[in-house]
């Protein structure tokens, strides 16, 4: 069996699935993508959600800011049908410690520097936002009222819905075992029942499983698959309309759920856990639930009656410098969008549009942006992509 396409993408998760809908957008229909399970079933299912804008490295916090109005205005930019996909606009607030006064300074004169709407405000606000918490250890505090959270999941039905609409196919179900190449060119793929689909351009958008796959073809993708923990809280009272709060002091960040529970992550990725992403523990250890409850008793002491609601795990694809790849992949034919190491939920719509701008003209369009930013080469030279303005403790994710 054979069939074409005018461009190909492997894995239909998050990326993959906003890759098709913004190639659909530039009127590139002819597109065929392969999920080997159904769309967002990997790790698309598992992200925090978190949206912020909050980067010292520039490009990112570009990417993240005009990723905002998908979020805001989904039936613009998604159609009639996507009038809600799970964004919650509660605001952001980021706290730091004394010794991170001037990183936070610095990174939010460079996020207004490329359009983000961001702004220093001081405890007594903080306060009024989360009268449970302890706000004696912070120094400083940046706000984004038009960050909060949202639902990658239902992220992903959107882009797929608006992609299909426009004519692009999504095949579910369809494992791609290889690419296939002439040369130094990729040519196609073939799926696990002996399906060719032949194509100008091959993405491969396949999160944690890319390193692997890529190995195959000679191509080097320095991801490493880690495992991370949410634990989900309930308060114990009404909280009411909090924001998601990013605390860079004791490496913890809190966000609302719908019903009234709080979800908490760990910030603190100095030492990560190594995960195969098809057979990992899919709830959090004890020990991780153990410090959720020191963290979160120390900044939050005012939630007396607070306790574990439930947990769950999902993976990371990290690079060396936890900044993704959006880049051609060394052989003629081949993109590569992957190791988002924890980013992706809140820049996909502007990973799409990068994507777009690599298979249509070869560079991006938003000189916010630059491809080269994203480049996998940088791995082989060493010019890694790190911010400017890096926080003592919490580097990893800024």
Same mark, same amino acid.
């Given at each position: 069996?054979?069939?074409?396409?005018?461009?190909?993408?492997?894995?239909?998760?998050?990326?993959?699935?906003? @890759?098709? =809908?913004?190639?659909?957008?530039?009127?590139?229909?002819?597109?065929?993508?392969?999920?080997?399970? #159904?769309?967002?079933?990997?790790?698309?299912?598992?992200?925090?959600?978190?949206?912020?804008? /909050?980067?010292?490295?520039?490009?990112?916090?570009?990417?993240?800011?005009?990723?905002?109005?998908?979020?805001?205005?989904?039936?613009?930019?998604?159609?009639? /049908?996507? @009038?809600?996909?799970?964004?919650?606009?509660?605001?952001? %607030?980021v706290?730091?410690?004394?010794?991170?006064?001037?990183?936070?300074?610095?990174?939010?004169?460079?996020?207004?520097?490329?359009?983000?709407?961001t702004?220093?405000?001081?405890?007594?606000?903080?306060?009024?936002?989360?009268?449970?918490? +302890?706000l004696?250890?912070?120094?400083?505090?940046?706000?984004?009222?038009r960050?909060?959270?949202?639902?990658?999941?239902? @992220?992903?039905?959107?882009?797929?819905?608006?992609?299909?609409?426009?004519?692009v196919?999504?095949?579910?179900?369809?494992?791609? &075992?290889?690419?296939?190449?002439?040369?130094?060119?990729?040519?196609?793929?073939?799926?696990?029942?002996?399906?060719?689909?032949?194509?100008? #351009?091959?993405?491969?958008?396949?999160?944690?499983?890319?390193?692997?796959?890529?190995?195959? %073809?000679?191509?080097?993708?320095?991801?490493?698959?880690?495992?991370?923990?949410?634990? &989900?809280?309930?308060?114990?009272?009404?909280?009411?309309?909090?924001?998601?709060?990013?605390?860079?002091v004791?490496l913890?960040y809190?966000?609302?759920?719908?019903?009234?529970?709080?979800?908490?992550?760990?910030?603190?990725?100095? /030492?990560?856990?190594?995960?195969?992403?098809?057979?990992?523990? +899919?709830?959090? *250890?004890?020990?991780f639930?153990?410090?959720?409850v020191?963290?979160?008793?120390?900044?939050? $002491?005012?939630?007396?009656?607070?306790?574990?609601?439930?947990?769950?795990?999902?993976?990371?694809?990290v &690079? $060396?410098? =936890? +900044? $993704?790849?959006?880049?051609?992949?060394?052989?003629?034919?081949?993109?590569?969008?992957?190791?988002?190491?924890? /980013?992706?939920?809140?820049?996909?719509?502007a990973?799409?549009?990068?994507?777009?701008?690599?298979? *249509?003209?070869?560079?991006?369009?938003?000189?916010?942006?630059?491809?080269?930013d994203?480049?996998?080469?940088?791995?082989?030279?060493?010019?890694?992509?790190?911010?400017?303005? $890096?926080?003592?403790?919490?580097?990893?994710?800024?």
């Amino acid at each position: 069996m054979s069939d074409t396409a005018d461009v190909v993408i492997v894995g239909g998760g998050l990326e993959g699935a906003a @890759t098709a =809908w913004a190639l659909s957008q530039r009127g590139v229909t002819d597109v065929f993508v392969a999920e080997r399970n #159904t769309v967002g079933s990997g790790m698309t299912g598992k992200s925090s959600g978190i949206v912020r804008c /909050h980067y010292g490295v520039s490009s990112l916090a570009a990417m993240a800011t005009s990723s905002l109005d998908v979020f805001e205005k989904p039936e613009q930019f998604l159609g009639e /049908h996507a @009038t809600d996909i799970g964004f919650r606009q509660t605001g952001y %607030v980021v706290g730091v410690g004394e010794p991170n006064v001037q990183a936070l300074r610095s990174s939010l004169a460079a996020q207004r520097a490329v359009g983000v709407q961001t702004e220093e405000i001081d405890a007594a606000e903080v306060a009024a936002m989360w009268p449970s918490a +302890n706000l004696e250890p912070f120094a400083a505090f940046g706000w984004e009222a038009r960050g909060g959270y949202g639902d990658a999941y239902q @992220t992903a039905q959107a882009f797929a819905v608006s992609a299909r609409a426009a004519g692009v196919r999504i095949r579910q179900g369809a494992n791609v &075992t290889e690419l296939l190449l002439d040369g130094d060119r990729v040519t196609g793929i073939r799926l696990a029942d002996g399906t060719q689909v032949s194509a100008g #351009t091959v993405v491969v958008a396949a999160g944690a499983w890319t390193r692997p796959f890529l190995a195959q %073809v000679g191509v080097e993708v320095p991801i490493r698959v880690v495992r991370e923990q949410i634990v &989900t809280i309930s308060p114990g009272l009404d909280l009411g309309p909090v924001p998601v709060f990013s605390d860079l002091v004791s490496l913890q960040y809190v966000r609302p759920e719908l019903g009234g529970e709080i979800l908490f992550g760990n910030s603190d990725l100095a /030492h990560c856990e190594d995960a195969d992403p098809d057979d990992y523990l +899919n709830r959090a *250890t004890d020990s991780f639930v153990e410090m959720t409850v020191q963290k979160v008793g120390d900044r939050f $002491p005012g939630l007396v009656d607070a306790s574990i609601s439930g947990s769950y795990a999902g993976c990371y694809d990290v &690079t $060396p410098d =936890w +900044n $993704p790849v959006i880049s051609a992949g060394g052989l003629g034919g081949l993109i590569v969008a992957a190791g988002f190491s924890g /980013h992706g939920f809140k820049i996909a719509p502007a990973v799409g549009r990068l994507v777009a701008d690599l298979v *249509t003209e070869g560079a991006s369009s938003d000189p916010r942006i630059p491809e080269t930013d994203f480049a996998l080469s940088r791995f082989a030279d060493g010019t890694l992509l790190r911010s400017p303005y $890096p926080y003592v403790g919490a580097g990893e994710m800024r």
